[in-house]
């Protein structure tokens, strides 16, 4: 059995409160969402467009991004075509491809989701230490291989 009283290891801290902070956030954009007329995954389709070249992505591409079957991506865009949040196109370089772009109504409703989450983020953030924030990122720097912060200490 664990000794309560010991020491608390830094770095497990430090992933367990970048887990908290990540898994809040995420809770807190699908409630925005939903709020707002989205399910999560077709929130996470308007912003994969919006942050896509020309707001168009084949549905392959969205499939991928979202980590969902292909079927699953289509049909998802083929709903979010008929409340006009997306349209689908042929694509002019091969006929059985098909693109998804993002209406000016779905970009306003993805930004109007990314500004009310980032309003309810200044309460999480302050829910944490400065040094328990900071590690936490650090955390996440150095599992998606940020080099210039590998050694940096973690020290909650």
């Known amino acids: ?11 497990q801290a430090a992933v367990a409160d970048a887990r908290f902070l990540m898994r809040r956030a995420f809770r807190m954009i699908d409630e925005e969402a939903r709020k707002l007329g989205l399910d999560s995954l077709a929130n996470q ?24 079957p292909l079927n699953l991506a289509s049909r998802l865009a083929r709903e979010l075509d008929h409340r006009g949040l997306v349209e689908r196109l042929q694509s002019p370089d091969d006929g059985r491809v098909r693109l998804v772009r993002a209406t000016d109504e779905g970009i306003d409703l993805a930004r109007q989701i990314g500004d009310r989450s980032r309003i ?20 996440w720097a150095r599992n998606f291989g940020v080099k210039q912060l590998e050694d940096t200490p973690i020290e909650p």
């Open 1 to 11: 059995m664990a000794d309560p009283c010991a020491p608390v290891d830094p770095l």
């Open 120 to 139: 309810r983020f200044i309460e999480l953030q302050d829910s944490f230490t400065e040094e328990q924030r900071r590690a936490a990122l650090l955390v």
């Open 45 to 68: 389709l308007m912003v994969q467009l919006r942050g896509a070249p020309g707001r168009t992505r084949t549905v392959s591409e969205l499939a991928v991004r979202l980590d969902v």
